[in-house]
């Protein structure tokens, strides 16, 4: 059964990066999402922006982060749970790479139907 489950969710998930991976149209609606949710005002989608006065980033490029989580199992909850809960400082892999210390909660800018549709954009981003 939990097989069975594993697979569908993989099978679904698949479905869905591939769609927005294939769809310019969804690249400037999850751009445009993103925008009007603050996101990027830490984050670029690109790999290797700088971030301000030539500093590291803020926070990671969701290139970056769709190649870091691509393909482990539930990486779409929590990268969703991280953008509306925020994250901890103490145990973050991006130490050294970004100049943020950690995500702070979103839920107040981003619902999670909306949250959970850019993070699945995100991680199709990292194919």
Partial sequence: MIIVR??????????VAGAYAADPLADAEMTKLASVSGCLTCHSIESGKPGPNGMAPIGPAWQDVGKQYAGK???GEFLTRIVLEGSSPYSSHWKGKVSGLSMPPNAVAITEGNARRLVDWILALGK
Avoid: C, Q
């Fill in 6 to 15: 594993s697979v569908a969710a993989v099978a679904m998930f698949a479905t």
């Fill in 73 to 75: 199992p539930g990486a």
